[in-house]
């Protein structure tokens, strides 16, 4: 027994000097975490109150990504098809409801936009025709990427009409539009007729807890530091 007594103090120093590498990695990699958090923040910030610029046509689309295009101010005209219009679950400061997307059909091609948010008592169509309009119209919001994981812990049900995510693909798919654009526009606060729908309620937020999460790893290695010392000294 004695003689196992040393090994088992180097073994468990090792482990130790092991978690603690592990540590400052994990801590270093949360400080760069961080400054691509900023930087993102900043580039959002930067585009969400920019002039608008027109919504990106099919040439570009291959090349749409959340980093570069998400929350960026856009505009496009076109005429609303509101008979294909598919109302997405929404919790909001409003409360819960249903965001409104309509195609909006455009000379080259056609853009689901998010109208804004209705709550249960406005889902029908019928309770806010003084917003229906067949008129050519110019939309301004932000450009948002497309969300094909669903939401609320669960998943699209095309077939039942049951949608908890503005999946652009599968709503396309199911309202038969053609030359859909693969993302979604946040229609701005501009009023609509009648109240309803109510736009400019995008929520533009990041969590930025990188730091707290660098002090911990890095804690939790000086920690195992300190315990690999002590161990290494116990006699």
Do not use: H
């Given at each position: 027994m004695t003689r196992a007594r040393p090994a088992a103090r180097v073994v468990l120093?090792?482990?130790?000097l092991a978690l603690a590498?592990?540590?400052?990695a994990l801590s270093a990699w949360q400080v760069q975490r961080r400054a691509w958090k900023h930087a993102l923040i900043e580039a959002v910030e930067s585009r969400s109150t920019a002039a608008p610029v027109?919504?990106?046509?099919p040439a570009t689309?291959?090349?749409?990504?959340?980093?570069?295009?998400?929350?960026r101010r856009v505009t496009i005209t076109g005429r609303f098809a509101h008979d294909r219009e598919t109302l997405v679950?929404?919790?909001t400061e409003r409360g819960g409801g249903y965001w409104v997307l309509t195609p909006l059909v455009g000379d080259r091609f056609t853009v689901l936009v998010n109208r804004g948010f209705v709550p249960p008592e406005k889902r029908d169509p019928k309770?806010?025709?003084?917003?229906?309009?067949?008129?050519p119209v110019t939309v301004t919001g932000l450009l948002r990427i497309t969300e094909p994981e669903g939401g609320f812990l669960r998943s699209n049900d095309a077939k039942a009409n049951r949608w908890y995510s503005r999946d652009i693909a599968a709503i396309a798919a199911a309202r038969r539009l053609d030359r859909t654009a693969p993302y979604?526009?946040?229609?701005?606060?501009?009023p609509n007729a009648g109240g309803y729908p109510v736009g400019g309620l995008t929520v533009i937020r990041f969590s930025d807890n990188h730091a707290v999460y660098a002090l911990t790893w890095l804690a939790l290695a000086l920690g195992c530091l300190f315990g690999a010392?002590?161990?290494?000294?116990?006699?």
């Open positions: 120093v090792v482990a130790l590498l592990t540590g400052f027109p919504a990106p046509g689309w291959p090349r749409i990504s959340q980093d570069r295009d998400a929350y679950q929404a919790v309770t806010r025709v003084q917003g229906i309009s067949s008129a979604f526009i946040d229609a701005d606060a501009a010392k002590l161990v290494w000294q116990r006699r």
